[in-house]
């Protein structure tokens, strides 16, 4: 009888696992599962957090948003986005301010389409508790400039304009394997400019989080996983321009099973949120 008992309490577990669907899991950089608790304990100890985030993905945006709370429970912080451009850094703070309402910060800045589901929260946190909040990104039509004519470019803008980037000249290295394989996958008649412009897009992110740094607090950043995956892009120009910089970021992948890491997904980041492939979009 006990043994009858014994299989029927196997079997009962079996099928509760079977029914228990997650939607996502944490693992460390190589392919540890770990716990939100793992990832706050870190998070909150180290100045500069760049958070990789599938730009359409729910679970991206939550998770990002609930580690800039649980944070800013325990630390002082700092937020910033490669959502929004330099030269809306103005606008963005009339809007902490409360100078200027919604509607108003929607016809002066160039705000992503998905901005008010998926960063209108994490910029009203800011705005609530009074948090920096920084524009990162270099204006999109200077990156287009590069992407057709290289850095040369950027040297025939006015003073104005160089303060929304990176200061020149900005460093490269196009063997870097990001950008190596951004030209391997545009194909042979690809520019060698491209990468150019992905590159100043990067270094003026890093800029900008090196710039607005302050002592003793952490600065939370967000950005599309390929600008910080496999410790290159943004926190490379960061250890440029800071060696001594201590970083922690995360990336974002999708998977059919999310209960163990694929091997090509180790080591794209300190911690690696899974999410099911099924996962509705934003957009």
Known sequence: MRNYFLLALLLLTIGIAAQDKKAYQLFDKNGKKVTYKKLLKSAEDIPVVLFGEFHDNPISHWLELELTKDIAQKKSIVQGA???????????????????????????????????????????????????????????????????????????????????????????????????????????????????????????????????????????????SYHSDNFEGINWYLKKYDSTISIITISTVEQEDVSKLEQQNHNKADFILVIDKDVTKTY
């Open 82 to 224: 490669e959502m929004l451009e330099a030269d809306n850094q103005k606008q963005l703070n009339h809007y902490l301010r409360g100078e200027i309402d919604q509607k108003k910060l929607d016809s002066s800045a160039r705000l992503w389409k998905n901005y008010k589901t998926d960063y209108k929260p994490l910029v009203d946190f800011a705005k609530e508790n009074k948090n920096p909040f920084i524009a990162t990104n270099i204006p999109r039509k200077y990156a287009a400039l590069v992407s057709k004519n290289g850095f040369e470019i950027l040297t025939t803008l006015t003073e104005e304009e160089k303060l929304w980037m990176a200061p020149q000249p900005i460093p490269y290295d196009a063997n870097l394997p990001g950008y190596a394989e951004m030209l391997k996958m545009m194909g042979e008649h690809t520019s060698p400019n491209m990468p150019k412009a992905q590159a100043c897009k990067d270094a003026t992110m890093a800029y900008f989080i090196t710039k607005n740094m302050k002592e003793g607090t952490v600065f939370i950043h967000y950005n599309g």
